[in-house]
């Protein structure tokens, strides 16, 4: 999965319609990209940014695929989550909406009833985050994200593992 973060945190930095998507995601840029793997599945990417619908298939997951700027407006005041009905998760209000960085779009499209109808997901989720911040760059969540993940870990019951900075140590599980 860190090949995979490299490779998309690249792809977003050569972006030619976009000087803020370039800059942000180039390699002094301060967002994040993360890879999560539900029971050694697939692999889910995404980017933590606004992005343009160009990137759908990519990065702009969870609630945010919702196109319709007004129907997403709304969702975004409501603090909306697809985590595990009871008891319900709220994002907190933020100037930039908690649920456009990239733990939530993993976790929202994980959590999505289209996407398991008859029940949610169970296991363990594993997530290699790429969070290029002003200390650097972390393995660890933001502390929005965090609150994020540890309801899932106690409430949904799905076991979130973090990736290390080596990748030969084994993954850790998330500490709430």
Not at 5 to 23: E, G, M, P, V, Y
Not at 38 to 59: K, W
Not at 62 to 90: I, T
Request: hydrophobic share 25%.
């Amino acid at each position: 999965m860190d090949g995979q973060n490299t490779s998309l945190r690249r792809s977003l930095a050569r972006d030619r319609k976009s000087k803020t998507i370039r800059d942000t995601f180039g390699a002094s840029g301060a967002s994040t990209v993360a890879h999560g793997s539900l029971q050694g599945g697939a692999s889910l990417g995404a980017g933590s940014r606004l992005l343009p619908s160009r990137y759908d298939s990519r990065v702009v997951k969870g609630l945010w695929k919702e196109k319709n700027k007004k129907k997403r407006r709304q969702m975004r005041k409501s603090g909306k989550s697809n985590l595990c009905p009871e008891p319900p998760f709220e994002y907190a209000e933020a100037k930039r909406p908690h649920q456009s960085h990239c733990e939530s779009k993993i976790l929202e499209t994980l959590f999505d009833p289209k996407q398991n109808p008859t029940q949610p997901p169970k296991g363990s989720l594993l997530l290699n985050i790429n969070w290029q911040n002003s200390d650097g760059k972390s393995k660890e969540p933001c502390p929005a994200c965090e609150r994020l993940l540890c309801h899932a870990q106690e409430k949904c019951k799905v076991t979130i593992l973090l990736c290390q900075e080596d990748p030969e140590d084994p993954p850790e599980k998330l500490s709430c």
